[in-house]
């Protein structure tokens, strides 16, 4: 099939199958290199890969932490990682976060609930002591977790 029945067949231009395919190597590489994601339209880079890679880096490790960032924080850390590797022009601003955003697929969470309220060590001690007394005093059929109801009655 020639080039402009495939271009038809896929919904293109013939002129963007012709630049797709002079780039197939590079395209390639980057899908390699795990540079570009499924979402990504356009081969640019970040301008600071490295500040990229090293905020991208911090993030995970936080997350794995439980620990909430918000964007201005990811903004600051991004400003220290830039200065303390030579790039004293960088600016950590809006934009730069909502590219990195794009870049990394971190999406703007609220996180909600309670689930990391307490310490482990807090919630295992009251479960095996106190919970378990006072459980005691009722039946199974009695007990509810009020976390999973609905609210209707």
Same mark, same amino acid.
């Given at each position: 099939?020639?080039?402009?029945?495939?271009?038809?067949?896929?919904?293109?231009?013939?002129?963007?199958?012709?630049?797709?395919?002079?780039?197939?190597?590079?395209?390639?590489?980057?899908?390699?290199?795990d540079?570009?994601?499924?979402?990504?339209k356009?081969?640019r880079?970040?301008?600071?890969?490295?500040?990229?890679?090293?905020?991208y880096?911090?993030?995970?490790?936080?997350?794995?932490?439980?620990i909430?960032?918000? +964007?201005? =924080?990811?903004?600051? #850390?991004? /400003?220290?990682?830039?200065?303390?590797?030579?790039?004293?022009?960088?600016?950590?601003? @809006? +934009?730069? =976060?909502?590219?990195? #955003?794009e /870049?990394?697929?971190?999406?703007?969470?609220?996180?909600?609930?309670?689930?990391?309220? @307490?310490?482990?060590?807090?919630?295992?001690?009251?479960?095996?002591?106190?919970?378990?007394?006072?459980?005691?005093e009722?039946?199974?059929?009695?007990?509810?977790?009020?976390?999973?109801?609905?609210?209707?009655?």
């Amino acid at each position: 099939m020639e080039k402009g029945g495939i271009a038809k067949k896929y919904g293109i231009s013939p002129s963007t199958l012709s630049t797709s395919l002079k780039q197939k190597s590079k395209i390639e590489q980057n899908i390699d290199a795990d540079a570009l994601g499924p979402q990504r339209k356009k081969m640019r880079t970040a301008d600071y890969e490295e500040v990229d890679k090293a905020v991208y880096t911090w993030f995970v490790e936080m997350q794995a932490k439980n620990i909430p960032i918000n +964007g201005p =924080l990811l903004c600051e #850390r991004a /400003r220290s990682f830039a200065h303390s590797l030579g790039f004293p022009e960088f600016m950590g601003s @809006t +934009g730069w =976060l909502h590219r990195f #955003r794009e /870049r990394c697929g971190i999406s703007h969470k609220i996180t909600n609930g309670e689930a990391n309220d @307490t310490p482990k060590e807090v919630a295992s001690s009251w479960q095996l002591e106190t919970l378990q007394a006072a459980l005691k005093e009722y039946s199974p059929a009695d007990i509810y977790n009020a976390d999973e109801t609905t609210g209707t009655m």
